[in-house]
């Protein structure tokens, strides 16, 4: 059972343009979410997080945008880079004593010069 | 600051046998998380460890075992290999009660 699904194996964008990456969940009691990014024989970085009582979260060129009754998250990053071509993965955790997270499948983002 | 570093970063193990990975701590995080990583797939939690004491366990059976030592760096111990162990294991620190982990780049395991 796929708590936490990212539907779209790949994405290529023009560099300068948006790129949105999609996240689904079914765990109602999930209360906090985190992207992470994931370049080649490394591991993966944290870029952005947001907590169930916000519906957006922004730094710098990232915003998180959340939708609760939809069970929806979403990545935007504006404007797209090269260096942003990476595997991106969302996350989603229950508060509680552990921070345990489950993982999506990823996305890969090219960012095409 | 140092990151997370793990040791080693590869290895070849044949089916049956028994593996131990290491994992030194980012300075300052008291807390430990290993995760398993196989192709194609996001990262699924295998267990946390907070003052040498496991702090809760994902869906893996008990041939995996964990130890985090009084520097807080731990070991992941594998049992009784399968072909299916093969993967990416990644290791993260954190502060206790912090939400985001520092991940090191992983030790990729193949077994044969």
């Known amino acids: 059972d796929q708590q936490v699904k990212q539907n779209s194996p790949s994405l290529s964008v023009q560099e300068g343009r948006i790129s949105i990456l999609n996240c689904d969940y079914t765990?109602?009691?999930?209360?906090?979410f985190l992207w992470y990014k994931k370049y080649p024989a490394e591991g993966p970085t944290f870029l952005i997080s947001i907590s169930s009582i916000k519906d957006k979260n922004e730094d710098g060129r990232f915003t998180v945008f959340l939708n609760k009754s939809a069970k929806h998250l979403s990545l935007h990053i504006v404007p797209s880079q090269p260096g942003d071509s990476a595997v991106y993965f969302c996350a989603a955790s229950v508060s509680s004593g552990t921070y345990k997270y489950i993982f999506g499948t990823g996305t890969r983002l090219k960012v095409l010069a | 600051e140092t990151g997370v570093t793990q040791s080693p970063t590869h290895l070849i193990k044949t089916r049956g046998q028994q593996v131990t990975l290491r994992c030194s701590s980012q300075s300052g995080h008291n807390t430990v998380s290993w995760y398993q990583q196989a192709l194609g797939q996001g990262p699924q939690f295998i267990f946390q460890?907070?003052?040498?004491?496991?702090?809760g366990r994902g869906n893996f059976p008990p041939r995996f075992s964990g130890l985090q030592f009084p520097n807080y760096s731990s070991e992941l111990n594998v049992n009784a290999l399968e072909l299916d162990d093969s993967a990416l294991y990644l290791c993260?620190?954190?502060?206790?009660?912090?939400?985001?982990?520092?991940f090191g780049s992983g030790t990729r395991l193949t077994v044969v």
């Open positions: 993260a620190s954190s502060e206790q009660g912090a939400r985001g982990y520092t």
């Open positions: 460890y907070y003052r040498e004491e496991e702090n």
């Open positions: 765990n109602s009691m999930f209360d906090y």
